[in-house]
């Protein structure tokens, strides 16, 4: 409660007051819907007159049908879902959606079986050789077609040489299943967020790969995401729901008890429903790969780090969009910049984020250099998608230099 | 089809609405005067709408339409020869959705009950929503309560001791206002 007791209050008797005082809000038993649950169950959201009524979804296609019917108000979102629907590839008639906050960044990783591990598959080189020698195709899963863990699986294998869409078989597996179809021998490999993945190291199913920092630190992942029908409907809502998850999201990170209280807190059946010895390692930045290495993450999951987590960048938005370009999710260039503009809900956050305290950089854009070597900035998202050697693009137009 | 709970409160032994609704096909419970325990009789007949025809509504007759209102809400439609208006706005306190007097004809039952239902739904959502609002204020007074007696007890400050009530919260799987229940349970029990 860094704000004056007056702000609030004063704030939800003004004009300003929500429109809408009682939200639907929808999450997924991922470790990263940490803020949104600390947001709805330790009175975040009260001061500004709102109660926040948690509704957990089973998948992320239950969660998108309920985003998109107005079930639910708002959602912890893949920012790659939120970007399908909007553009008519996520499953559903195309619906204008809205991105108002970054939720986290980082923390979900790409694991592979036992199985594999007693091949000797232990490292992304084993893994290539194995994938141009063996038959049949290996099977991976990820969470969603069109989501972040689809995108960094495929960005991921790419970076290693091996063509996510036609050298391997990928399933869509919801988050909280992930652990069971691998011990069913269902899958070889996957890629999803925490705890799933320390889940399956724990009980000794499976071995984490890579960590999804390791191909962009600081990458995006989820957001708070509503239709655009709603921020217009009820736009003080949307602003005082941002308010409060950002409150609960700098009290995440201002202590170490704070994180520990809340991986405690997120093991709970209603949440996540998964022990605490899978759920608080990774969150406070400690991993154990199953084979023997251990190391403090510096780019572990993060929710707030003074708002730039949490600053919807438009670039972040743009480069979902590049990324279904290339795998031919998308057969044409959308307008990035403008479909950016039209999701990332700026405005509406910068005004959130400066009534709670919190910096709100006048950058649309950020640059950050991924793991094959490449830096994305936002400048140039048409070159960018076209510029890689593999991909599944399916028209014939010329390509970059650096293919 | 609509099932109507029809309540005849007039000295006539059949009342003048139950062939109008008939014909006009809505499934007609019926009962006479208001000797019966409505509440009761709503929750066995579960009707979509109430009708309550009445020369003029009496206290025990408001009375009965509150009970209904408050514990299993359901549009309630008087028709009534009374034009007082004192006595028409004490009706619709009571819960009353439409408010008719005189002139039944068979062909306007179906309006007069598609506006009391929409009527009807709209003060419901309204209601839930003071509802909600009443509960939320209470709550933070209740967290509030609790703060001010951690701050005492801890000698701490106010966001200190936010913070000392969220993590022991949170670390017991409870929701803020169960950590401040307890707190004041327990500076109550200490006096």
Known sequence: MNEPSAGPLAWVNGSDAPEKTEISLGFMALSDCASVVVAATQGFAQPYGLTLNLKRQSSWANLRDKLVSGELDAAHSLYGLIYAVHLGIGGVAATDMAVLMGLNQNGQSINLSHGLQGLGVTGPEALHRHVHQTRPKLTFAQTFPTGTHAMWLYYWLASQGIHPLLEVDSVVVPPPQMVAHLQAGRIDGFCVGEPWSASAVQQDLGFTLATTQTIWPDHPEKVLGCTRAFVEQYPNTARALVMAILEASRFIEDSLENRRSTAQLLSAPQYLDAPLACIEPRLLGDYDDGLGNRWHDPHAMRFHGDGEVNLPYLSDGMWFMTQFRRWGLLRDDPDYLAVARQVQQLDLYREAASAVGVASLGKEMRSSQLIDGKVWNGSDPAGYARSFKLHAMSDNSPRLANC | ?191
């Open chain 2, 1 to 191: 089809m609509l099932r109507i709970l029809l309540i005849n409160d007039t000295a006539k032994k059949v009342g003048r609405l139950k062939t109008a609704l008939t014909e006009a096909g809505f499934e007609v419970i019926d009962e006479s005067g208001l000797t019966i325990d409505l509440p009761e009789r709503v929750e066995t007949v579960r009707p979509d709408v109430i009708l309550i025809d009445t020369e003029s509504p009496s206290r025990d007759v408001m009375e009965q339409v509150v009970l209904v209102s408050r514990d299993q809400p359901r549009p309630i439609v008087m028709f009534t020869d009374e034009h007082d208006p004192g006595v028409m706005r004490q009706a619709i306190k009571s819960g009353v959705s439409a408010y008719i007097v005189e002139g039944i004809h068979a062909q306007r039952l179906q309006p007069i009950l598609d506006v009391a239902m929409a009527r009807f739904e709209s003060d419901q959502a309204l209601r839930a929503q003071l509802h909600a609002r009443d509960q939320q204020l209470a709550e933070r007074k209740r967290i509030e309560l609790a703060k001010g007696l951690l701050m005492k007890m801890k000698d701490c400050n106010e966001e200190e001791a936010y913070t000392l009530m969220r993590r022991q919260a949170m670390s017991r799987q409870q929701k803020l206002i169960q950590v401040a229940e307890q707190i004041i349970a327990m500076s109550e029990l200490l006096g």
